[in-house]
């Protein structure tokens, strides 16, 4: 209920309330130019510590360029399949360019490979032709599927579910 009131304040004061963004996100809110960016612990199923972590692989190693990455590099004990999902759904890895369909359809593929590979650097596995496997094998594309986005009401509803409030607009926008 705080979030609703402080986001409907800001929106009242013309303030830009922006949606979490995995790369640019803090913890909490915090300011981006003269706007409010939406902080990734306010979402549901999304705890301090995963976000501290997520935050901290970040400083260490630059933004994530897309799901894979972001998996392969954030610690799988910190996240899970609903930390994940909450994520998505609420627009934080939109900036990968890919929809939120899309993503929501091929993230537990992308786990079970970050899994897998790293179980393999574990035990030093090695490949056919004796090297170890790497990144640059091609383990790390992931093939996304040609499918739409969700239509706008199903969108601003799961952001309303995982964030407490409509981040990328709302249901009633087509009617104002």
């Known amino acids: 209920d705080k979030i609703k009131f402080y986001v409907a304040y800001a929106k009242q004061k ?4 922006l949606p979490p963004d995995i790369n640019k996100s803090q913890t909490y ?3 981006d130019g003269k706007s409010i960016r939406f902080g990734i612990a306010a979402l549901k199923n999304v705890g301090v510590n ?3 972590e997520i ?6 190693n630059g933004d994530f360029k897309d799901l ?3 998996v392969n590099r954030v610690d799988g004990q910190a996240l899970n399949k609903r930390c994940i999902e909450s994520l998505i759904q609420a627009g934080a890895f939109d900036c990968f360019g890919k929809t939120r369909s899309q993503l929501m359809s091929v993230y537990t593929i992308a786990i079970t490979r970050a899994l897998d590979a ?3 650097a574990i035990s030093g596995q090695m490949d056919m032709f004796g ?3 790497s990144q640059d094998d091609g383990i790390d594309d ?3 599927p040609d499918i739409c986005e969700y239509i706008p009401k199903v969108k601003l509803h799961l952001e309303k579910e995982i964030a407490g409030v409509y981040l990328s607009g709302h249901p009633l926008d087509a009617f104002a």
Not at 55 to 60: G, S, Y
């Open 14 to 17: 013309k303030i830009e309330v």
């Open 29 to 31: 809110f915090s300011t």
């Open 50 to 52: 995963v976000v501290e």
């Open 55 to 60: 935050i901290a692989e970040r400083e260490r």
């Open 68 to 70: 894979m990455d972001f």
């Open 118 to 120: 790293k179980k393999r």
């Open 131 to 133: 090297s170890l496997l």
């Open 142 to 144: 992931l093939e996304y």
